[in-house]
């Protein structure tokens, strides 16, 4: 029978008209879907399962103990290391750097080289001057 087509491509709708049902098996793609998803679930447990076996063997074995390794426990690693707590190393270096800008102290005792304070310093230039190159005469 010939269908009537509308202006807008459409077919006209009919009480006759139907799907063909020779052309799909939907029962056989539902039990296709149903064998995929019991297939999935039964490689989910089996992965599963061998994941607690291995667990399970790497519990038993007692750990290795190497002879080096226990020795160094205490060992501490070269330079640089990592810091621990940054706001208290900082607070030690200022504390220091604060310590040589305000103390006395030598800085080669052979040679005869001392440290004065920063504030002691700062008056001797005013007082003294600042050391100037002579002149060149041209």
């Not at 019991?38 to 002879?67: G, K």
């Not at 020795?71 to 621990?84: A, D, I, N, S, V």
């Not at 800085?107 to 060149?136: F, H, S, T």
Request: no cysteine.
């Amino acid at each position: 029978m010939a269908e009537v087509h509308l202006p807008g491509g459409e077919a006209a709708a009919s009480p006759q008209s139907h799907h063909e049902e020779r052309d799909v098996n939907i029962r056989a793609i539902l039990a296709f879907g149903a064998g995929l998803i019991a297939v999935a679930i039964v490689i989910h447990v089996l992965v599963w399962l061998l994941f607690m076996y291995f667990n399970a063997r790497e519990a038993a074995q007692p750990p290795a103990e190497y002879p080096l390794a226990t020795e160094q426990k205490r060992r501490l690693p070269p330079e640089p290391r990592l810091q621990t707590n940054p706001r208290e190393d900082l607070r030690e270096l200022r504390a220091g750097e604060d310590e040589l800008l305000t103390t006395y102290g030598w800085v080669d005792r052979n040679v005869g080289v001392v440290r004065i304070p920063i504030d002691e310093a700062m008056k001797l230039v005013i007082q003294r001057g600042l050391p100037a190159r002579p002149e060149v005469k041209k």
